[in-house]
Nanobody, 115 residues
Framework: VQLVESGGGLVQPGGSLRLCCAASGFTFSGYVMSWYRQAPGNERELVARISSAGTSTNYADSVKGRFIISRDNAKNTVYLQMNSLKPEDTAVYYC?????????WGQGTHVTVSS
């Protein structure tokens, strides 16, 4: 099982980034996919979640209206489009796959929002 995140980096406030998470080794289309983030000194928090078919999403209040989660089950990939980025969005972003007792994590990708 592998979850490989990419797309992180340094961006100025107000800018955009798109994170990608490529999955392999499990039946991607059957799993709920989520993005979490963890800032230094903080606990890991849920950012966004998408249902297995991609028909339902939910977001943390802090990112509603700015971030969009999506998935392509044909490509075994989940995305996080991040717009209007703020310094407080700075964190390591993790991809998560979950189905019943199965729970997988990626290694994380760093996002830094700074001028």
């Amino acid at each position: 099982v592998q979850l490989v995140e990419s797309g992180g980096g340094l961006v100025q406030p107000g800018g955009s980034l798109r994170l990608c998470c490529a999955a392999s080794g499990f039946t991607f289309s059957g799993y709920v996919m989520s993005w979490y983030r963890q800032a230094p000194g903080n606990e890991r928090e849920l950012v966004a979640r998408i249902s297995s078919a991609g028909t339902s999403t939910n977001y943390a209040d802090s990112v509603k209206g700015r971030f969009i989660i999506s998935r392509d089950n044909a490509k075994n990939t989940v995305y996080l489009q991040m717009n209007s980025l703020k310094p407080e969005d700075t964190a390591v972003y993790y991809c998560n796959a979950r189905w019943r007792a199965y729970d997988y994590w990626g290694q994380g990708t760093h996002v830094t929002v700074s001028s």
